[in-house]
């Protein structure tokens, strides 16, 4: 049987996920449930229909495409039971008014890796390549390593975005093929970072520093969100400091375009309510520097 694994979004010209233009694989499922996700799409494991409803034309092409009963229109109004949807994803493609989104199709390495070889000219021009992200990439660590074989034998360069709550065996299974780690860093104290994930850290900064350790280049990427781990920088830049292969730190303001997303999804808001100014990410940012780190 063809190993798959279960993808939510292939994002050509990212230049956000590592150095220069990239191709992102999203993977869906996660370990960890923040506050501030922007990603709901990518925290449960099994694919996804979300319905926009303000998208919604009321066409009733979804209604015939559905098989399970999921759509129907009454008095030229849309109703989606969700509980009725077995996420096959056929609806999406007939929906006129892009209403519907699926998040989540099964895929092969064989199937994946034409997308991810078509931009290689940019990838070399740019010193970019491709970087598998999530939900946590890791939590298939089996079809990451085999895809990123696949990508180290075409001499494209390898990123993996992770948050660290994985078992160390998937870090070893990824890290003869992977370049640079992109590492989620939330909080340093396991209460605050408890509250913020509902999950304790103590694996993450472990394996954080087991990476340091064996010599793999790091990125340490901090989403900053006010109220929630903002009084944690100074602690990061202490454990960051000492650490041999962290090439840089960035600190990722927190925002909320994603709300739609969770109504979409039917799931609960968590978003907070406070964003970042321009001032306290410029005050952690020279904290950061402050203790040698490259921001």
Known sequence: MKQTATIFSVKRFAVHDGDGIRTTVFFKGCPLRCTWCHNPEGLAAT??????AHKCLSCGECVAACKSG???????LHHYEKEACTACGACEDSCLGNALAFFGRRMTVAA????L???IDFYRSSGGGVTLSGGECLCQADFCAALLRELKAADIHTAVDTCGFV??????????YTDIFLYDLKAVDEEVHQACTGRSNKQ???????????????EIRIPYVPGYNDGEI???AKLLSPMKQVRRVRVLPYHNYAGSKY????????LPPTLPTAEAIAAAEACLRAYGLHV
């Open 263 to 270: 109504t979409a999804l039917g799931l609960a808001h968590t």
């Open 112 to 115: 994946l890796l034409p997308t």
């Open 234 to 236: 100074e602690k990061m």
């Open 70 to 76: 999921a759509h129907r229109i009454e008095k030229g």
């Open 117 to 119: 070889l078509e931009d």
């Open 47 to 52: 694919p996804q229909l979300a319905y926009y």
């Open 167 to 176: 078992p160390r065996a998937a870090l070893d299974q990824v890290m003869p």
């Open 204 to 218: 993450i900064l472990e394996n954080l520093a087991y990476l340091d350790a064996c010599g793999k280049t790091i």
